[in-house]
């Protein structure tokens, strides 16, 4: 190999190492030579940086990471939750985070206080539970959460009132006051409260309204008074003529 040769190979090799640190988000340098090889690698930061997910307080808290990971915590990764089973308590405190990712929550089993507490989220979307059989407290004090897209409760089936301690959607909706859009995939089988929802939009009413299951029971759903005045006559009666009786309750705070 001719001396010519070989210093065309080296400076083929240092063109493609810049291109492909290019690719990996490093600074290129002005002269890409040799010698700026290990300053421009050293420039690469690695994929996002942990205070996309943290405050910056966090380094200073670094020994109550638990609850710093719950409180503080402003947003998480895409992540893989196919296979879980127990959603008991999932997100429960996650206080930073206003919006989930699509996530697939179809194997979940239980989703007691899932998303519990979760003090400044505002937007769920395809929240499938179509194997989930408890959803106590699902959605308890959310006080910022004004929409659900999609949600699907049909495979919870049971005959307990709405106000016993072991229905399996008790509080499911405790203190959402701040919740206007709801839609529901699949069909409403248990009774249900919504008392706490004083702010549902006509949409959102009608779409509860016309996903209540047929039932040969009466079950009773619940709902305020601002509620209530938003449905004319013929629409309540979509919910009697299925079986259902409209309550009126009016939460104190």
């Known amino acids: 190999m001719s001396i010519t040769t070989e ?31 290990v300053s421009t690698i050293d420039t690469i930061s690695g994929g996002e940086n942990i205070y996309d997910y943290f ?10 990471a638990e609850r710093a990971l719950l409180l503080y915590i402003k947003k998480i990764p895409q992540i893989d939750i196919s296979n879980v089973v127990g959603g008991t308590h999932l997100f429960s405190n996650f206080s930073g985070i206003t919006e989930f990712p699509q996530m697939d929550y179809s194997n979940i089993e239980v989703a007691d206080y899932m998303f519990n507490q979760c003090d400044n989220l505002q937007k769920l979307e395809n929240i499938n539970l179509n194997k989930t ?10 006080r910022k959460l004004h929409t659900i897209i999609n949600l699907n409760i049909s495979s919870i089936v049971s005959d307990k009132k709405y106000d016993e301690w072991d229905s399996p959607v008790n509080y499911i909706f405790c203190a959402c006051v701040s919740l206007k859009n709801l839609s529901f995939v699949g069909s409403i089988n248990v009774e249900i409260d919504f008392s706490y929802c004083s702010n549902l939009t006509h949409d959102s009413l009608i779409n509860i309204i016309n996903a209540l299951a047929t039932t040969n029971s009466t079950k009773s759903i619940c709902l305020c008074s601002e509620s209530l005045a938003l449905l004319s006559d013929d629409e309540k009666a979509i919910a009697t003529n299925k079986g259902w009786s409209i309550v009126e309750k009016v939460e104190e705070w």
Request: charged share 25%; aromatic share 8%.
């Open 133 to 142: 059989t408890s959803a106590v407290a699902c959605f308890n004090y959310d």
């Open 7 to 37: 210093i065309k190979r080296i400076k083929d090799n240092i063109s493609n190492a810049y291109e492909k640190l290019n690719e990996k988000g490093a600074t290129i340098p002005t002269s890409k030579d040799s010698s700026n090889l």
């Open 55 to 64: 405050p910056q307080e966090i380094e200073a808290n670094s020994i109550y």
